[in-house]
């Protein structure tokens, strides 16, 4: 693949600038500055560098973020900031066009915290986000009142939501302390940790996602920080949701 495609399909730019960035010696592979936009390359798990920023080729993107309170899940957010301005520009820009960079899958409330995929590969956010695939979600939840367990057999055996008749039922649920909750859902619904929380008699006071199947929040990830997943994360995730 041409060095100013590679750079394009990642994110730097439209081709022009891409073009021109590596015109200007702005570019290095291998530590060696490269000024010939059409110099071919293998693409994947090429390592490079744009204006001293080190990268490395990725087809696709397949990103954990560690979301903190106080963003929105959201393009184009009403009230708090955008998650993607968590991400560098790259990451937010690859591809090129209206459908440009990676898009969540699913989302968080504003004030929810914990672990966010984001990708670009349109069937990897569908087999992830579909409630058909029950991928299970493991939420830390912090009550307002204290938890008992009376209210956690009511959360297994299912609560009936306002929008729907049908009992929504938690997968597991495990009382961690007094005000506190482990709770494991495999679908999605608006609002739906909160609404369960609230058919049982109390109200969620803090909520974290700490796992998304087998794929936990790394302890070293702090809010606001993202990383690129790797091939056993995503082997392990894709396990997930082939059983299911």
């Known amino acids: 693949m041409q060095l100013q495609e590679i750079l394009f399909s990642q994110g730097f730019g439209t081709r022009r600038v891409c073009a021109g960035l590596v015109q200007q010696g702005f570019v290095t592979v291998a530590g060696v500055p490269c000024t010939e936009p059409a110099m071919e390359f293998i693409a994947q798990g090429l390592r490079f560098t744009v204006q001293d920023v080190a990268w490395e080729y990725h087809e696709k993107a397949y990103l954990m973020l560690y979301k903190p309170a106080g963003y929105e899940c959201s393009q184009k957010p009403s009230t708090y900031p955008s998650i993607y301005t968590l991400l560098p520009a790259p990451i937010r820009q690859r591809g090129g066009g209206a459908a440009a ?144």
């Open 101 to 244: 960079g990676v898009q969540a899958v699913g989302r968080l409330d504003q004030d929810t915290t914990g672990l966010l995929l984001l990708s670009d590969d349109g069937k990897f956010i569908h087999r992830m986000s579909s409630p058909r695939h029950h991928v299970p979600k493991v939420y830390e939840v912090t009550a307002r009142h204290p938890v008992d367990a009376q209210q956690v057999q009511k959360l297994l055996a299912g609560v009936v939501l306002d929008d729907d008749p049908k009992p929504v039922r938690a997968a597991a649920c495990e009382q961690t302390s007094a005000l506190q909750l482990s709770l494991t859902l495999t679908e999605g619904k608006y609002h739906q940790v909160k609404r369960m929380i609230a058919a049982v008699g109390n109200r969620v006071e803090g909520l974290h996602r700490s796992r998304i199947g087998s794929l936990a929040l790394p302890a070293d990830l702090k809010p606001g920080e993202w990383r690129w997943l790797t091939a056993q994360d995503l082997l392990s995730i894709a396990g997930t949701a082939a059983k299911k």
